[in-house]
């Protein structure tokens, strides 16, 4: 299929690419790397009469440290957050997860920006954002404002995103040294999404644990952190029966949609063999 006709639309600054969603409103859709929304045009799941291309705002890309965050424009694509020496040595979480993100030439146009606006429980950054703890810039007609990742993801294709708004940067904490991390991902080929993923933040102290964060991928309709799992293992000592009670728990808040990557046990199954992998790697790094 071919999408419908549209017009194209390619603004020389943030300011010019809000005023045409003004203008447009619901007929209009940001076009970021791409990689999701022309499918769907194709498909014609999505039918929007404008696109409005953010590819030549430079103002959106770049990686920096500021004021104790690690500030991400949303046009900064994968291949760029994977030789980012920044990342590499202060936030490698989401260097280990844009490297299993499709295949060399997506990573080279897909964007972070677009990959979490979108909203599909498939992708893999929002999984990394929630246990990151991160917060998102949105820019729209009127003042900017922040909104935590926890508080983002709302159903499938489903954001906190109001009609008219841009994601314009995503912000990190800093995560203290010996902070273990991990993305463990499951998908069937190079460039298939995610039969199940799990990104795992840890921090020990004194041998116990004092902050986890645990986040799924494509086990539900948005991506979630197991909150259930995260409590059972505060205060705790991770060996192997703390991990088998935390995978239990994240298994019991799976609820995927069957299809050909799996049925519901499978990936529920996957899903908790994700979650002791991530924190196991995750707590071999905290050495």
Do not use: W
């Not at 499918?39 to 104790?68: C, N, Q, T, Y």
């Not at 999984?127 to 159903?155: H, K, N, Q």
């Not at 609820?255 to 002791?276: F, N, W």
Request: hydrophobic share 40%.
């Amino acid at each position: 299929m071919i999408p419908r006709p549209f017009e194209y639309h390619r603004p020389a600054s943030l300011p010019e690419a809000l005023a045409m969603l003004s203008q447009y409103g619901d007929d209009a859709r940001v076009l970021a790397g791409g990689h999701s929304l022309l499918p769907m045009m194709k498909l014609r799941f999505a039918s929007p009469g404008h696109l409005v291309d953010l590819g030549r705002l430079d103002e959106l890309r770049g990686i920096r440290e500021e004021a104790g965050e690690i500030r991400i424009g949303a046009m900064t694509t994968e291949h760029d957050l994977i030789d980012s020496a920044l990342l590499q040595q202060k936030c490698p979480l989401i260097v280990e997860g844009a490297r299993q993100i499709s295949d060399p030439q997506v990573r080279y146009l897909g964007t972070i920006g677009g990959d979490i606006a979108h909203g599909d429980p498939g992708n893999d950054h929002p999984a990394l954002m929630l246990a990151l703890d991160a917060t998102f810039v949105v820019a729209g007609s009127g003042a900017e404002r922040t909104i935590p990742a926890d508080a983002f993801f709302l159903g499938t294709y489903e954001t906190a995103l109001a009609p008219g708004e841009i994601l314009r940067e995503i912000r990190i904490p800093v995560p203290p040294p010996g902070t273990g991390y991990s993305y463990a991902k499951l998908k069937r080929k190079t460039g298939d999404f995610a039969t199940a993923a799990t990104a795992v933040v840890l921090r020990l102290s004194g041998g116990t644990v004092s902050h986890v964060r645990i986040a799924l991928t494509n086990v539900a309709p948005t991506s979630f952190r197991a909150t259930e799992a995260e409590q059972a293992l505060q205060g705790k000592t991770p060996d192997a029966a703390a991990i088998d009670d935390a995978v239990a728990r994240a298994m019991a808040r799976c609820a995927p949609s069957e299809d050909l990557r799996g049925d519901a046990a499978y990936k529920t199954a996957m899903a908790g063999e994700m979650t002791r992998r991530a924190l196991l790697a995750a707590q071999a790094r905290t050495a």
